[in-house]
């Protein structure tokens, strides 16, 4: 199972931004997909998680702006970002928490997309 991201790049402050990260495979259920962010000198934080159900979760500093949806028949999960802010500005990655018929259920990372946000 690979997971590939997309949608980051440069945006000024008050703008938006839509991530798409799609899992890629075969044989495999994915239960909670979610983004992390990691910001220069800075640990990785989780920004919002959605479970297969469609129950979302954010952190506290993203919500009201960032919005997480997923289309299960796709195994895709967006991340719309809106009102951004140079404090938004990170590599954000997205993960699946997935079974995989022949190597069981593992945590899944996709390549990180960065994201700045410019003042």
């Known amino acids: 199972v690979q997971l590939q991201a997309s949608g980051g790049g440069l945006v000024l402050a008050g703008g938006s931004l839509r991530l798409s990260c799609r899992a890629f495979?075969?044989?495999?259920?994915?239960?909670?997909m979610g983004w992390y962010r990691q910001a220069p000198g800075k640990q990785r934080e989780l920004v919002a998680a959605?479970?297969?159900?469609?129950?979302?979760n954010y952190a506290d500093s993203v919500k009201g702006r960032f919005t997480i949806s997923r289309d299960n028949a796709k195994n895709t999960v967006y991340l719309q970002m809106n009102s951004l802010t140079p404090e938004d500005t990170a590599a954000y990655y997205c993960?699946?928490?997935?079974?995989?018929?022949?190597?069981?259920?593992?945590?899944?990372w996709g390549r990180g997309t960065l994201v700045t946000v410019s003042s």
């Open positions: 993960n699946g928490d997935v079974f995989d018929l022949r190597l069981g259920r593992h945590d899944y």
């Open positions: 495979g075969s044989g495999f259920v994915i239960y909670d």
């Open positions: 959605i479970s297969s159900g469609g129950v979302a």
